[in-house]
């Protein structure tokens, strides 16, 4: 049988970054729940209009609030109210859950990205081939992915390797800079990230979406490791022989 | 010949999973404050350590225009004026509030040189700020407003606060107790309100005098103020951590 498993660091990378990543998930949604509106601009909260609510707490299109005073010294119809319920808030957990987990995330993707771009892991590995970029291969492949064939080759195919890049290159590192930009201290030495990100409920908006289409890979990349050879794959990146 | 190794790595990670696993169990047990056991406080000593180390101390958070303010929810534990909520109320806030605060003072203790009380009056000697900033809450959701208030290193140089002095807690009349550091306490924007947009404290939001520290989550900014205390030692009767919050929330 052809040598097919991955190098050392890079199963190690990715079994810290997987579990992080899980626990990341489960906690960035416990924190979700507690405030599951969604805003765009500078600031926003129940008072001021969102762009979308989710219906995944009790805390969903609540309306347990009383005493809605206006502020007397501002010419615009900005107010003040009361809470008068108890909400679903468990961030007392889920918030240091989530920056225990981000904290390995961050090292373990720091490591990893320095020894992929030594090693030449992202460019023998990942950088698509002079010959490949063109239309009709990566049309080939897109379709053969719908009808399900497969063929190993012991190489990641064209829509693979864009797919792992924009995953490596892109949602993470969004997806971690708008969590940074959601950071009282963080965007006091760092007011760019603000700007960048069109502010801090805008920031959260692309945090959320950013997260999506994380686990919306995830889905595909199992489904993916499942149905082009489960056992080869899974001994690949974990206990088979390494490379 | 191959050398058998002491340890394989198989091995290596499954002992540390189940260890990790015995240590997180132990935290769930263990009853008394801190609570989250020493796995999650670990993650949030490290933010503290690496906010601190990484970040300018003297950066400004963002200041807004008058154009930037929105609407403000009150989301705190409770209205101290009210016997109803019986967790909160007190007595002595109710009737402070009833006659406008006339009544009111600061009391400033701890480590320093002349503990003393503060009138409002006392207060708005000392010094006077005023910034359009951002409340960021740990719910997910933020609010801007302007703020006006007396900067806490300016107050507590004029209390003559000791050199040894390193933390500052804050008491409020609902009974929620809050600390930071001397690095926030001396932060520019770290102040003591009594004006939020333009007019005098409104009563949910603090009354007479709250804190404002911008550098952190909402939940460090407390209200009803009645007393200061300056401590050199970290002590833990904050509500935060006694409830299994981060003390130090800059993220």
Same mark, same amino acid.
């Given at each position: 049988?052809?040598?097919?498993?991955?190098?050392?660091?890079?199963?190690?990378?990715?079994?810290?970054?997987?579990?992080?990543?899980?626990?990341?998930?489960?906690?960035?949604?416990?924190?979700?729940?507690?405030?599951?509106?969604?805003?765009?601009?500078?600031?926003?909260?129940?008072?001021?209009?969102?762009?979308?609510?989710?219906?995944?707490?009790?805390?969903?299109?609540?309306?347990?609030?009383?005493?809605?005073?206006?502020?007397?010294?501002?010419?615009?119809?900005?107010? %003040?109210?009361?809470?008068?319920?108890? !909400? +679903?808030?468990?961030?007392?957990?889920? $918030?240091?859950? @989530? &920056?225990? =987990?981000?904290?390995?995330?961050?090292?373990?993707?720091?490591?990893?990205?320095?020894?992929?771009?030594?090693?030449?892991?992202?460019?023998?590995?990942?950088?698509?081939?002079?010959?490949?970029?063109?239309?009709?291969?990566?049309?080939?492949?897109?379709?053969?992915?719908?009808?399900?064939?497969?063929?190993?080759?012991?190489?990641?195919?064209?829509?693979?390797?864009?797919?792992?890049?924009?995953?490596?290159?892109?949602?993470?590192?969004?997806?971690?800079?708008?969590?940074?930009?959601?950071?009282?201290?963080?965007?006091? %030495?760092?007011?760019?990230?603000?700007? !960048? +990100?069109?502010?801090?409920?805008?920031? $959260?908006?692309? @945090? &959320?979406? =950013?997260?999506?289409?994380?686990?919306?890979?995830?889905?595909?990349?199992?489904?993916?490791?499942?149905?082009?050879?489960?056992?080869?794959?899974?001994?690949?990146?974990?206990?088979?022989?390494?490379? | 010949?191959?050398?058998?190794?002491?340890?394989?790595?198989?091995?290596?990670?499954?002992?540390?999973?189940?260890?990790?696993?015995?240590?997180?169990?132990?935290?769930?047990?263990?009853?008394?404050?801190?609570?989250?056991?020493?796995?999650?406080?670990?993650?949030?000593?490290?933010?503290?350590?690496?906010?601190?180390?990484?970040?300018?101390?003297?950066?400004?958070?963002?200041?807004?225009?008058?154009?930037?303010?929105?609407?403000?929810?009150?989301?705190?534990?409770?209205?101290?004026?009210?016997?109803?909520?019986?967790?909160?109320?007190?007595?002595?806030?109710?009737?402070?509030?009833?006659?406008?605060?006339?009544?009111?003072?600061?009391?400033?203790?701890?480590?320093?040189?002349?503990?003393?009380?503060?009138?409002?009056?006392?207060?708005?000697?000392?010094?006077?700020?005023?910034?359009?900033?951002?409340?960021?809450?740990?719910?997910?959701?933020?609010?801007?407003?302007?703020?006006?208030?007396?900067?806490?290193?300016?107050?507590?140089?004029?209390?003559?606060?000791?050199?040894?002095?390193?933390?500052?807690?804050?008491?409020?009349?609902?009974?929620?107790?809050?600390?930071?550091?001397?690095?926030?306490?001396?932060?520019?924007?770290?102040?003591?309100?009594?004006?939020?947009?333009?007019?005098?404290?409104?009563?949910?939001?603090?009354?007479?005098?709250?804190?404002?520290?911008?550098?952190?989550?909402?939940?460090?900014?407390?209200?009803?103020?009645?007393?200061?205390?300056?401590?050199?030692?970290?002590?833990?009767?904050?509500?935060?951590?006694?409830?299994?919050?981060?003390?130090?929330?800059?993220?």
């Amino acid at each position: 049988m052809e040598q097919t498993g991955h190098k050392r660091w890079v199963k190690g990378a990715h079994f810290v970054i997987t579990l992080s990543f899980l626990a990341l998930t489960v906690s960035g949604f416990v924190i979700l729940m507690s405030h599951p509106r969604l805003y765009w601009g500078k600031a926003g909260n129940d008072l001021t209009p969102a762009l979308f609510e989710l219906p995944i707490s009790r805390n969903y299109h609540h309306g347990g609030w009383i005493k809605t005073t206006p502020f007397k010294h501002l010419s615009g119809s900005q107010v %003040s109210a009361v809470r008068t319920y108890d !909400i +679903f808030n468990e961030n007392g957990w889920g $918030r240091s859950t @989530h &920056f225990l =987990a981000g904290w390995f995330l961050i090292i373990t993707g720091v490591i990893y990205f320095i020894a992929g771009f030594f090693s030449g892991h992202f460019r023998k590995n990942l950088s698509p081939r002079r010959g490949e970029f063109s239309f009709k291969l990566f049309w080939q492949d897109l379709v053969s992915h719908f009808r399900r064939q497969t063929h190993y080759t012991g190489k990641y195919g064209l829509l693979q390797k864009i797919t792992y890049l924009g995953v490596i290159f892109f949602l993470f590192p969004v997806v971690i800079l708008t969590g940074m930009t959601m950071s009282p201290a963080i965007t006091a %030495s760092y007011p760019f990230l603000l700007k !960048i +990100f069109f502010g801090h409920q805008s920031a $959260r908006t692309i @945090h &959320f979406f =950013a997260s999506v289409a994380l686990l919306l890979f995830l889905l595909v990349h199992v489904v993916m490791v499942i149905r082009s050879g489960f056992k080869r794959n899974l001994l690949a990146i974990t206990f088979g022989k390494s490379s | 010949m191959k050398k058998k190794r002491p340890i394989t790595r198989r091995e290596a990670i499954f002992a540390g999973l189940t260890s990790a696993g015995a240590l997180l169990l132990s935290g769930c047990l263990k009853k008394a404050p801190p609570t989250y056991g020493n796995i999650l406080r670990m993650g949030d000593d490290l933010t503290y350590v690496a906010q601190r180390g990484l970040l300018s101390q003297r950066a400004l958070a963002m200041e807004y225009q008058k154009s930037d303010v929105t609407s403000f929810p009150v989301t705190d534990i409770g209205d101290p004026a009210d016997p109803a909520m019986k967790a909160v109320y007190s007595k002595e806030y109710e009737e402070l509030q009833r006659n406008n605060f006339k009544d009111w003072s600061l009391s400033i203790e701890g480590a320093i040189a002349k503990p003393r009380k503060y009138s409002m009056d006392d207060l708005k000697k000392v010094g006077e700020r005023t910034q359009i900033t951002r409340h960021t809450c740990e719910e997910g959701w933020s609010a801007i407003a302007e703020w006006t208030g007396v900067p806490l290193g300016a107050l507590l140089k004029d209390a003559g606060i000791l050199p040894a002095a390193r933390f500052v807690y804050f008491f409020g009349y609902d009974k929620y107790t809050e600390s930071i550091d001397m690095l926030d306490a001396f932060h520019p924007q770290t102040i003591l309100a009594h004006t939020m947009n333009g007019e005098d404290l409104p009563a949910r939001h603090g009354a007479p005098l709250r804190v404002r520290v911008e550098t952190q989550v909402g939940y460090k900014s407390a209200k009803y103020l009645r007393g200061i205390v300056v401590t050199e030692k970290f002590v833990e009767p904050d509500a935060d951590i006694s409830t299994g919050w981060s003390w130090y929330t800059g993220i």
